[in-house]
Every structure is written in structure tokens, then in C-alpha cells.
């Protein structure tokens, strides 16, 4: 592909011992012989000098060039490796500028790895799920999807979709022929073999979801009942500020752990109460969003004060994404008092002070997130690709249906095809280009 030549650097802000700028389009070769003053052989990796268009050194280091086609974009790339400080990578690449590249786009670098079929969507996505993982299990499952593991279960669904539907298409091509094709069992259970394909697909990319987005939870409840406590407990290290005094938390303090392989957000929120506290009330309504905002929320209750629970007294609280806690049981002679006027709502009792009932909680939680700490088959997976996989799924439940009920072969083509072209768009088969802006602008960029 005729495009521009572009350049980025491809290591984080700040200093470091090396920084690494990348340079990939038709003129990259040129653009990096110009800057080193030397032939650059592909895959050789060369010691220069840096130069700007007037002779004088500007940094020195390894200069590495890989000719297109086989490089990461598919492109001739050339990669400058020298001395890590901001200033001399900033003058570097305001350098490769006038010499004819382009600052590269968010994930451009990724992007044309895509259009030039050197990596397909989700293995692309995989790039910056990789950069982003918060824990080992999920950068586990993120590498699993950048060698191909997701793009290759998609693809075998797509085998099978094809595979159906040409064997419908030629049913109803030729309608002349005294055997009933489409009344074979053999498409009943062709259908049904895809069916179960594609609902455990789902379930692994649900796990893969899981792993990529980790969960949301929130601590709430009432003023020193705990909550900084509990997540200091969580977290394993003092993240929160604990005192005796009643309202300390005043805004929201988070933290992210890794929860045997579960990525769990955790945000501690200000105690609920009626204050007349200006500053106090700004945390409050914070926590009432954040509330709103969680995938599942914590209330906190001190056990030492009150043995029950009415949720009805906490309407910011939605039950269908809550467990109930009770803390400070270390104070009390017995738990058997304890107990929620809803028995549907779940109540564990811990003592975020001595870490009683802590493990029980974060078994909970994880049980609440769906996460299978075990599974060394997950892949990292995006809400695009469940959405995708459901609604191949459905259209091909709406096939068989059509077969079933009407012997419409036609119907159950088309179904088949829209489920094709779901599938498609997690590889990016088939795709808009609004689709692909929105994902490669969310990259690095010198990705």
C-alpha cells in the first residue's frame, strides 16, 4: 500500500536507559540511511552516529532495518535504538520529520500491520490488551490472542458456517433432485454442532472479557464502617487512610489487584450520611456515581452496631449487584445474630482489622465476576466480540427455526450469512472504517 511514511516513538515518556523510535512507510530506508550516514542492511543491526541534516551528532546507538513485506506493518521499517532522555528522542524525531516522514496516528503502526494482512483484528486489538494488562493472567490471555488462539476458534466457526451453507445453497439450487436435502438430519445436526461451537466460544470469551476489563467494585456504607479498612486488607498494603474519625474518606481513593488472575478495580467512597460538610458532601455525591458506575458493590455494615440489614435504607444501592458485608465481627461474642431482611442477598462476615472471613470474600467476589481462576485456555476478548459471537449464535437459532417450523431453506441461507458476516467483523473481514478508527485511536502511538 502507497502511503505516507511515518514515525513515532515507541517508548514510554520519561527517561530510560534506551529509547527506541520507529519509522515504517515506501521512504523509511532512505529517511534512515540519511540519519545514521550508513547502507542499512535488512536484519543487520548497525552502530551509527545520528546526524541532523546539518552533520552535527545528535545521539548514537543501533539502527535495525527490516524490508517489507517482512516486518511488523508489512512496510520497510527502520528502528533507531539510542539514549532514553526526552530531549534527545524529541530532537530525534523532529529530525526524522524534516527528512521526509509523518508523526504516526494512535495505533498506526498496528493498523497498517492490519490492512497489510500481516495480523488480523483481534490478534491487533491483542497488541494493546498486552500493553494494558493489569495482571500476569491476563497478559497470559492477551499473548494467546496475538499468536492467533481467538482468530483461530473464529475461524473454525467460520469453516463450519460455510461448510453449512453450501450445502443449503446447493439444496436449493437444485430443487429437481428426489432427495430432500434440507430434510436431512444431517443439516439438523450440522445446526446443532454450531450451536454448541459457538455457546462455548462465547463462554471462553466471556472469561477473556473478564480478564481484559477486570472488575469494578466499589465499598460502600456509612461513615467508619470500614471501608478503608477493607481495602487495605484487599490490596494488601496501606493504600487508604484509617482513623477513629468518622468521615476521614472524603473523596474516592482506588486501587487495582490482582485477584488470583482477576483484575478488581476497587474504589473506596465516602461514607453515606447526611452532612452539611461542603467538602464532605461533594465526596458523597462522588460516591453515589461511583455507586451507579459499579459492576458490584460492597455495603459495609459494622456488626458491632447492628445485626441487620434493610437495603431499602441505602437507595443508591441497585440489589441485584450487591453483597452485603459485615465488618468488626473480632467484636462480637457469636455471628449467629447476624442476617439481611432480604435472604436473597448474600452476607459474609469478615474483620478487615484481623482478616477474618477475608478469603470467603474474595472467593465471593470472584464467584460474583464468573471468573475460572484455572482455565489456561482463555483468550483476552473484547464486549465487539461477545457481541459478535451472540449474534451469530441468534441468527443462527433463527435458522433453525425457519428449517424446523417452515422447511425454509432460503430463510435458513440468510440466516446463515448474517452469521457469517457477525463473525467476520471480529477479524475484520468485514468491517467499517468507522469501526477501525474507533480501535486504533484507543493505541499507543508509537503502536
Known amino acids: 500500500m502507497t502511503q505516507d511514511t511515518i514515525v513515532a516513538i515507541a517508548t514510554p515518556p520519561g527517561k530510560g536507559g534506551v529509547g527506541v523510535i520507529r519509522i515504517s512507510g515506501e521512504h523509511a530506508k532512505r529517511i534512515g540511511e540519511q540519519i545514521a550516514a ?87 486489538e491483542a497488541i494493546a490488551d498486552l500493553i494494558d494488562s493489569s495482571t500476569e493472567q491476563a497478559a497470559k490471555g492477551a499473548m494467546r490472542s496475538l499468536q492467533g488462539e481467538f482468530s483461530h476458534k473464529v475461524n473454525e466457526l467460520l469453516a463450519q458456517l460455510i461448510y453449512l451453507r453450501m450445502y443449503v ?44 476489563n477486570g472488575l469494578r467494585l466499589v465499598i460502600a456504607g456509612k461513615p467508619n464502617a470500614g471501608k478503608s479498612s477493607l481495602l487495605n486488607a484487599l490490596a494488601g498494603q496501606d493504600t487508604a487512610i484509617v482513623t477513629d474519625i468518622a468521615g476521614t474518606t472524603r473523596d474516592i481513593v482506588s486501587e487495582t489487584i490482582d485477584l488470583d488472575g482477576l483484575p478488581v478495580h476497587i474504589i473506596d467512597t465516602a461514607g453515606l450520611r447526611d452532612s452539611h460538610d461542603v467538602v464532605e458532601k461533594i465526596g458523597i455525591e462522588r460516591a453515589r456515581k461511583a ?63 484481623t482478616g477474618h472471613g477475608i478469603d470467603a470474600l474474595k472467593q465471593a467476589i470472584k464467584d460474583v465476576a464468573g471468573f475460572a481462576q484455572e482455565n489456561e485456555t482463555v483468550f483476552t476478548a473484547r464486549r465487539r466480540h461477545i457481541s459478535a459471537l451472540t449474534e451469530a449464535r441468534d441468527a443462527v437459532a433463527r435458522g433453525l427455526d ?41 493505541f499507543c502511538i508509537g503502536k
Open 38 to 124: 550508513k547502507p542499512l542492511t535488512a536484519r543487520q543491526a548497525v552502530y551509527a552516529h545520528f546526524k541532523n541534516q546539518d552533520g552535527e551528532v545528535i545521539d548514537s546507538g543501533l539502527v535495525l532495518y527490516f524490508a517489507g513485506p517482512k516486518s511488523f506493518t508489512g512496510e520497510d521499517v527502520v528502528e533507531l535504538q539510542g539514549h532514553g532522555g526526552p530531549v534527545i528522542q524529541d530532537v530525534l524525531l523532529k529530525t526524522l520529520i524534516s527528512l521526509g516522514a509523518r508523526q504516526a496516528r494512535a495505533g498506526e503502526f498496528s493498523e497498517r500491520a492490519f490492512l497489510n494482512d500481516k495480523i488480523d483484528l483481534a490478534q491487533a
Open 169 to 212: 445453497e446447493a439444496a436449493i439450487d437444485f430443487p429437481e433432485e428426489e432427495i430432500d436435502f434440507l430434510a436431512d438430519e444431517k443439516v439438523r445436526n450440522s445446526i446443532e454442532s454450531l450451536q454448541q461451537s459457538l455457546a462455548d466460544t462465547i463462554k471462553q470469551a466471556g472469561q477473556g472479557a473478564i480478564l481484559r
Open 291 to 353: 455507586i451507579v458506575d459499579a459492576d458490584h458493590i460492597l455495603l459495609l455494615l459494622d456488626a458491632s452496631e447492628s445485626s441487620e440489614v434493610n437495603v431499602s435504607d441505602y437507595p443508591e444501592v441497585d440489589p441485584a449487584k450487591l453483597t452485603v458485608v459485615f465488618n468488626k465481627v473480632d467484636l462480637l461474642e457469636s455471628t449467629n445474630a447476624l442476617k439481611n431482611e432480604e435472604e436473597s442477598i448474600q452476607g459474609i462476615a469478615i474483620s478487615a482489622k
Open 402 to 442: 425457519q428449517l424446523k417450523t417452515h422447511n425454509a431453506g432460503e430463510l435458513l441461507a440468510d440466516e446463515l450469512l448474517q452469521a457469517q458476516n457477525a463473525l467476520n467483523q471480529i477479524t475484520g473481514e468485514f468491517s467499517s472504517d468507522d469501526l477501525l478508527g474507533e480501535i486504533f485511536s484507543g
